[in-house]
């Protein structure tokens, strides 16, 4: 087993490591089909071969080759690194900075086999989020990171390491950038290609920014997704009896058992792939697993009835359970679910992200790479059954919404009855529209942090911080919508800590406007300092944001003012907090709705417990929410107006262009006619 500090020594080439090849009994990705020409596989094989010596060019040139036409892609599996991967404390990483040994301690959580979907393609969620193109890419990052002063930068081209460059101590000390392809190019067919060569990569949102924290990221998005869902659709605040139907248990999907049961509810959720199921089972995140639908259907009626709080997993596909729910409606008028959702990988739909009801597990990824063309008609019309159930159930009182997995757009594709007369509109509101969209409009949205000791007892300690800075800002708060927000917030602390959510570092999640993350990161910072945190503390969010995403179907499917297509928020939010101290910055093409679909960014900013870090954090922070604020103010959106509003009376010189509203718009046809 090799050590951190060999781990940070560069590519290890003499002796070079044995080739064992893809490891038997773990999860892999499905093998990708990018029909290159002879000439594109040449290239392929040339871009992999320029991180080695010429000496062994010949040697890894045939074991190259035959990854690119076993597997699609050359991940380099002979270096795959032999060592336990996961996040270690921080002061056992072999650096110069802190920030360079942060950053370690955040990629190898990604990599880590409790917590990536498929570890040995370095792919962190979604079926083809990557932290790295290859392997090689990974020993030469380590390197550089236990190299890096404070007065370096990295490089990061789409998995790439190009280099460490002169900077500042003021300066990020890493930048990333994942899939920027000039737009005419930005296409799936493209991205298969250009992957397949290694010259871009899909980041989705944190993983190819090293900020994934495992499935509690998106158990506390979809808690509070299912309870203002409850609130709105049901007019309820207690789920308790209500059914929530879904897919998928996978990487990100995974977290939807343990949030419905978080939020008393009783969530039924199918998944084709028997590994994700009892993964999430021994992690004590499902509750119960069915492979029979009769039995399925009597466990739902019977949670139901009681009014008991159930995560129950049928091992089959989610379109033959709907159609089960259909033909159950027809026999007995009895409405079995009253909220669906879907969030199968619905972005990469014909490479694994969604399995069609005609073919077996098995079957589907023989197919999948055998015959594309007629794997990809079998998951239209697989999408056009599964919209023609849910359409058949939502006519009699189920409330159906998208996850921002792309699924109504790529059902839209396949012919499905899902409306769309306008472009990015459907039959039914994605969560963003009708749920978020209003928390991200007040600026809540999902700020994280980890705790880099890897104790416990640190994590502990940052909860208590946070609960506290939350129960005092609700006292001086004085906007209900605001309140309600807060209020959920410190019981999902409170629930977090009670469920064991950790899956890899030490971390934790909560949905926090820009007073609140202020204060928690400030109060965070100070716990450092005054030794109640034994070790840094890295602040994070999810790309999915008020500011971090442009995405029509998702972050930006509220925005009605005709920009939702324009990207020019993440782009700015990317640059904006890159001089305002964050310790590295992402923007990505793709994540979550797909390729070519949105463009998003993050950051990771660490606290030491030094004043300049919480000079950083206030300044930085301040500005990751409120130009998203701003940004949603001017499009139109009344509680962003208030909000942006409260925000300029508190800090002087922050001055945002506020719009007029045409209160009269009978004028518009009048102008038009004149």
């Given at each position: 087993m090799s050590t951190l500090k060999e781990i940070c020594g560069g590519l290890p080439l003499y002796p070079i490591p044995e080739n064992?090849?893809?490891?038997?009994?773990?999860?892999?990705?499905?093998?990708?089909?990018?029909?290159?020409?002879?000439?594109?596989?040449?290239?392929?094989?040339?871009?992999?071969?320029?991180?080695?010596?010429?000496?062994?060019?010949?040697?890894?040139?045939?074991?190259?080759?035959?990854?690119?036409?076993?597997?699609?892609?050359?991940?380099?599996?002979?270096?795959?690194?032999?060592?336990?991967?996961?996040?270690?404390?921080?002061?056992?990483?072999?650096?110069?900075?802190?920030?360079?040994?942060?950053?370690?301690?955040?990629?190898?959580?990604?990599?880590?086999?409790?917590?990536?979907?498929?570890?040995?393609?370095?792919?962190?969620?979604?079926?083809?989020?990557?932290?790295?193109?290859?392997?090689?890419?990974?020993?030469?990052?380590?390197?550089?990171?236990?190299?890096?002063?404070?007065?370096?930068?990295?490089?990061?081209?789409?998995?790439?390491?190009?280099?460490?460059?002169?900077?500042?101590?003021?300066?990020?000390?890493?930048?990333?950038?994942?899939?920027?392809?000039?737009?005419?190019?930005?296409?799936?067919?493209?991205?298969?290609?250009?992957?397949?060569?290694?010259?871009?990569?899909?980041?989705?949102?944190?993983?190819?920014?090293?900020?994934?924290?495992?499935?509690?990221?998106?158990?506390?998005?979809?808690?509070?997704?299912?309870l203002n869902a409850g609130r709105r659709y049901l007019g309820v605040e207690n789920l308790a009896g209500k059914v929530f139907v879904t897919s998928g248990l996978g990487g990100m999907s995974g977290a939807q058992a343990k949030a419905a049961v978080i939020a008393g509810c009783v969530g039924v959720i199918a998944e084709v792939d028997e590994a994700a199921l009892l993964k999430r089972h021994q992690q004590g995140w499902l509750m119960e697993i069915t492979k029979n639908l009769d039995q399925c259907i009597v466990r739902l009626r019977e949670a139901k009835k009681r009014k008991t709080a159930l995560s129950l997993g049928y091992h089959g596909n989610v379109v033959d359970l709907w159609e089960r729910l259909v033909e159950e409606f027809e026999k007995t008028g009895e409405l079995l679910a009253d909220l669906g959702s879907d969030q199968t990988s619905c972005h990469n739909p014909f490479n694994g992200g969604y399995y069609p009801v005609q073919l077996t597990f098995k079957e589907a990824n023989q197919l999948m790479s055998s015959n594309p063309v007629k794997f990809q008609a079998l998951v239209q019309e697989s999408l056009r059954r599964q919209v023609a159930a849910i359409n058949k159930l939502s006519d009699h009182g189920l409330f159906f919404w998208d996850y921002g997995n792309a699924f109504l757009l790529e059902a839209q594709r396949a012919g499905a009855d899902v409306g769309g007369a306008n472009k990015g509109e459907f039959r039914y509101p994605s969560y963003v529209q009708h749920i978020m969209g209003d928390i991200f409009s007040l600026g809540f949205g999902p700020f994280r942090w980890v705790c880099t000791s890897g104790n416990p007892e640190d994590l502990a300690s940052t909860d208590s911080i946070a609960s506290s800075v939350l129960e005092e800002t609700v006292l001086e708060e004085v906007n209900v919508s605001v309140k309600q927000q807060y209020r959920d917030n410190i019981h999902w602390i409170q629930e977090a800590r009670r469920h064991n959510l950790v899956v890899g570092s030490q971390a934790r999640i909560l949905y926090s406007d820009q007073k609140g993350r202020v204060a928690i990161a400030v109060a965070i910072n100070q716990g450092i300092a005054k030794g109640r945190i034994k070790a840094p503390v890295v602040l994070s969010r999810d790309h999915h944001d008020v500011s971090g995403a442009d995405s029509p179907y998702r972050e930006t499917s509220n925005i009605y003012d005709g920009s939702a297509f324009c990207a020019d928020m993440a782009v700015q939010n990317f640059v904006g907090d890159s001089f305002r101290g964050a310790t590295w910055v992402a923007l990505h093409n793709g994540g979550g709705v797909g390729w070519g679909e949105v463009i998003n960014g993050g950051f990771g900013l660490v606290l030491d417990g030094s004043a300049d870090a919480e000079e950083r954090a206030k300044m930085m922070l301040s500005w990751d929410v409120s130009n998203g604020v701003a940004r949603r103010c001017w499009s139109g959106n009344k509680n962003a107006y208030e909000t942006i509003c409260q925000a300029m009376e508190k800090e002087e010189k922050l001055k945002v262009t506020l719009p007029h509203q045409v209160v009269n718009v009978n004028i518009l046809e009048q102008a038009l006619q004149s």
């Open positions: 064992r090849g893809r490891t038997a009994g773990i999860p892999h990705a499905p093998v990708r089909t990018p029909s290159l020409t002879v000439q594109e596989k040449k290239l392929a094989l040339k871009n992999a071969l320029r991180y080695f010596p010429a000496d062994l060019h010949e040697l890894l040139a045939s074991e190259f080759a035959k990854e690119l036409k076993l597997y699609g892609h050359i991940y380099m599996y002979r270096f795959c690194p032999q060592i336990v991967m996961r996040a270690y404390p921080i002061q056992e990483y072999p650096c110069k900075t802190i920030q360079a040994a942060a950053i370690m301690h955040m990629i190898m959580n990604n990599l880590d086999p409790a917590v990536a979907q498929f570890p040995q393609e370095l792919v962190t969620y979604g079926g083809n989020g990557q932290v790295f193109s290859n392997w090689a890419q990974f020993w030469l990052v380590m390197r550089y990171l236990s190299e890096m002063t404070e007065d370096q930068t990295l490089v990061m081209y789409s998995g790439h390491p190009l280099g460490l460059f002169p900077s500042h101590r003021n300066a990020p000390r890493l930048v990333i950038t994942n899939g920027m392809v000039i737009p005419n190019y930005s296409s799936r067919e493209e991205y298969e290609r250009m992957f397949a060569m290694g010259v871009t990569m899909y980041g989705q949102m944190t993983a190819g920014s090293y900020c994934y924290i495992g499935p509690q990221g998106i158990v506390h998005g979809t808690v509070l997704t299912v």
